[in-house]
């Protein structure tokens, strides 16, 4: 970015056949099987395996060995399965027309439902073996011992789980369980007639969710996006108490799941896979809401520059200038690297394997599956799909999913198999540190206010986006639960009351309330599909923040410290809990400080958003 014109024009690639991209732009399978031949030879081994696994059961309680080589094999037949599972699926995500690769995927999840039932005597009968027997067989053989984290968690998840009888009536209930997500998916998208309005430049569009968005995010009309809101939220008010039965439903699963599992808390229960206090999200929330402030001020700073006379939910997505500069993949290529310096120069090197390895397949083709991910195939490496298409987003997803992928190359060259995955709650912590640290790149070699101002309001919208709103999800959600468990009715004036009461806990005099932002609770998916799930998103950002504050602060000693802790971090991949895992990186998530990293980073954010919006007059 240095030395070239502020406004690039080349213009992004079109859309080319697979076989006309160079091979440098696409990733490389033969890297975990040659071809349909070895991978056929490996499923048929694994089908093999997995006979040989059931084939234990009953074997445990003969002592440490059978232990051990129940391990062994269960280890041996989750690699096999990586390489077997993302050998189809990432063909497949190349060409989704391609029936015959769909076959094999399809194959694949068949053989994976048999290997989930030829596992299933493994818990139950482990568990019928005393702990204190099991970790003594730890002493006896070390190399049991390094499963202790593994098989000690079982034991600890077995508090909560019923006896037999209690079991199966759960498992009677499950059938049941997901109705209400299935009747919002249903009702959301087959049922729900999407509306049409008008444009002030005449023509008329169909507002389904993606037509909603575009308008809000680049219509420069403040009428148009007014009238597109009220359209579709009017869509959700019609149907309100609908929604509301529905998201009652998914409450009283909840509630009566936590009761059944003797939790005292719908929160609780949720927490407990992975062994987070409740505090931890209970001062996520309280913190949160005390430090508004910032997000308050760069409302109103919006609203100034736009020149709006009054700001509405409508009005935040809007871009605060027009820039159209192209970021070619290839001069990406050059920045990414530089932009990790911060991590040290093992860090720098091995990105560029990442980078330059055939490993990531960047642009789009016919049949191309869409979005973007990384693909962890332990015993080979990270694989990336992108669809990258030279603008600043797609510049912003690359560095993200180079988080993943570097996380994904560290945990798995440092852990055995069996610690290799890492969490969620860990998981969005390297991409989002990836995403600040290409930021400060960008920031410092910027030449032009107008592209200073889009790197900022992009980090803006991050944060406010990824943290503040998810933030209000989580307490919306915990207050919601929090009706049934007090033995509260639920109702549709209740719900809008709770997020309503929100927004303007969160948003102060900063926004002009519509009536119809009462009903935004009916729209969110993840409120019906995964609850107690989106605070994670926040958690990550904060743990980001404070992680990448101590990373670029501070005497090159401290700093020092702070990367060796971070490399920590990535390399421990899932041996162990996230809270210990974040712990022994230096962040506390328990701690309101923690959760001000962000409030902090957002602030100076603004305050830099300022100076370059001043710059500009
Ligand atoms: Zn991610």
Redesign the pocket.
Known sequence: MQSSSPVDTAAAPPLRNRADIADRFKWNLAHIFADWAEWQRAYDALDTKIAAYAALQGTLANGPDRLLAAMKLSDDIGQDTYKVWYFASLKYDEDQRDNQINARRQQVQILFAKATQASAWFNPELLGIPLPTVQQWMTELPDLALYRFALEDLYRQQEHVLDENGEHLLSLSSRFSSSPHDAYAALSTADLRHPSIKLSTGPEVTLTYGQYRAILATNRNQADRAAAFAAYHKMYETNVNTYAALYSGVLQRDWFHSQAREYTSTLEAALHGNNIPTAVVENLIETTKTNTEPLRRYHRLRKRVLGLESYHTYDATIPLVDFDRKYPYEQVLEWLPGSVEPLGSSYQHQLRDVLFGDWIDVYENPGKRSGAYSAPVYGVHPYMLLNYNDTLDAVFTLA??MG?SMHTLLSNAHQPFVYSAYTIFV??VP?TLSEALFLDYMLERATDERERIVLLQHAIDGIVGTFYTQVLFADYELQAHRLVEEGRPVTAEMLSEIYFGLMKAYHGDALTYDEQSRVTWARIPHFYSTPYYVYQYATCFASSAQLMRRLTIGSASDRAAAIEKYLTLLKSGGSDHPMPLLQRAGVDLSKPETVRAVVDQLDGLVTRLETAISGLR
């Open positions: 993200h999913e993943h998981a969005e991409s």
